[in-house]
């Protein structure tokens, strides 16, 4: 039974089997679509194609079937992706961008004309901040004593060898200060900062989400960020509620549970039914342009 009436989840990746890559990914995606129903997820961006797995075409033909809850988003490389690309992808069904692992500072002039055309077209950029993971969460286990994280450092390390040369990566191009120059230069171009701006950034988070108007964070990344997010008063009072998301980032399986946390998690902190449904749902409806923003009468 759903958890909460309606949740639109932000920040739901395209399933791949990583150690099979070429495996056929449609009994996943319906697996996806199962636990996403299961959770009380109505809507879901469904972070697709370009960078890994699937090309953006393979997946809207995926996605095709589910399209009641899927809102296609585009995982795109920003050095690779110009304003006519941009136009293309919102041609074939993609209702947003999301970008990762770029090679220049998200606030680059290079990536601007891809900027203009998302605002253009009211494309919402998810972006990834802070730290990529690396598969072991090194502050909550270790290989040494977990079986299961020896087994995850084997596989990272095939993987490794497979896509040499794919991690030149930096999380200071991954700033939350950065969605602030964008924010200055596109101002009608939404912006969700992934994972509350990512562990060691939560008060630049919150600088932004302060002073612009599109700038929003989900709440993805797992327990570490849930707890930060708890015990450093970052939802409803670093942050305001209108500017949060729920986004799970997360395997199919995990979904559920991870709505159930945070189900516990508003309550602990005595969020109202109105708050809590701006998180879960109506932030995420007006970003995306399902509902008008509603602003609060004179």
């Known amino acids: ?138 502050s909550r286990t270790h290989p040494r004593r977990d079986p299961e994280a020896a087994r995850r450092l084997q596989m990272m390390r095939t993987m490794g060898r497979r896509f040499r040369g794919a991690r030149d990566i930096s999380a200071t191009r991954m700033h939350p200060f950065q969605l602030d120059t964008i924010a200055n230069n596109f101002p009608e171009l939404k912006l969700i900062g992934a994972h509350l701006g990512g562990t060691g950034n939560y008060d630049a988070a919150a600088s932004v989400a302060r002073w612009r108007t599109n700038v929003f964070f989900d709440l993805s990344g797992g327990e570490t960020i849930e707890r930060h997010a708890v015990e450093r008063r970052m939802i409803g009072y670093e942050i305001g509620v209108e500017k949060l998301t729920f986004g799970s980032d997360c395997g199919a399986d995990e979904i559920h549970e991870h709505v159930e946390r945070f189900v516990k998690i508003f309550d602990e902190i005595g969020l109202s039914a109105d708050e809590k449904s701006r998180i879960w749902f109506h932030n995420a409806a007006e970003i995306f342009g399902l509902e008008p923003p509603v602003l609060a009468a004179e």
């Open 1 to 138: 039974m759903p958890l909460e009436p309606r949740i639109f989840d932000t920040h739901v990746h395209f399933p791949l089997n990583w150690e099979d890559p070429t495996a056929d990914p449609t009994p996943l995606v319906e697996k996806l679509f199962e636990r996403l129903h299961e959770a009380g997820i109505v809507k879901a961006a469904i972070l697709s194609g370009g960078r890994w797995g699937m090309d953006h075409a393979n997946c809207l033909r995926l996605l095709r079937p589910h399209e009641q809850i899927a809102v296609p988003v585009a995982v795109v490389d920003p050095d690779e992706t110009d304003r006519a690309r941009v136009w293309k992808l919102y041609e074939m069904g993609y209702r947003g961008l999301k970008m990762i692992g770029v090679s220049r500072d998200y606030d680059s002039r290079e990536y601007f004309p891809m900027y203009a055309a998302a605002e253009a077209l009211q494309m919402p950029i998810v972006l990834h901040l802070g730290v990529i993971g690396g598969g072991i969460d090194y």
